[in-house]
């Protein structure tokens, strides 16, 4: 009810503490790779890579938190609409120990886990969430590389004032 509640009135973060555990923790590894990320590419590489990168990183880069990350995720990916839709009308919830389903009107199942701290936990966007904060962190390790040779490179170039990195 209250995802359906924040969904309906536009405040996506507000669904964000009904969200299974590892679906949070993934949203903030999501904002907190992209924002180091962010800063390595600012301060160290050239454009276009820069700009282009820092665009596509900006959003997440910039969310304060867990939850800001989950909304913008979860509206790029069309999930707020898709939760608009079919949370309007549970029919039932069907409870087994830790785990229970809504089923809605339009017959689609919504899985939930009971967490730690006894909230129940919206399970569906788990594995998408958790493969784009692997995906971020593979991100990081690639730009921290790149953002290194490029430093050498500028180290490294004759033209740059004998090649201690400063211009002449």
């Not at 971020?136 to 004998?162: F, H, I, K, N, Q």
């Amino acid at each position: 009810m209250r995802i359906a509640r924040s969904v309906t009135e536009d405040r996506v973060r507000d669904a964000f503490p009904y969200m299974e555990t590892e679906a949070q923790w993934a949203s903030y590894t999501i904002g907190d790779m992209r924002a180091k990320a962010s800063v390595l590419i600012e301060r160290g590489y050239p454009e276009p890579e820069r700009g282009q990168l820092l665009a596509a990183y900006r959003d997440e880069a910039k969310a304060e938190g867990g939850a800001d990350v989950f909304a913008i995720v979860a509206r790029r990916r069309g999930w707020v609409a898709r939760l608009r839709k079919d949370l309007s009308g549970a029919v039932r919830t069907e409870v087994q120990g830790e785990r229970a389903t809504v089923v809605t009107a339009r017959g689609t199942r919504y899985p939930f886990r009971r967490r730690d701290n006894g909230i129940w936990g919206l399970t569906i966007f788990t594995a998408e969430l958790a493969a784009e904060a692997e995906r971020s962190t593979r991100d990081l390790a690639v730009v921290t590389a790149a953002a290194a040779d490029y430093e050498r490179g500028r180290r490294d170039d004759p033209a740059v004032d004998g090649g201690a990195g400063r211009p002449p």
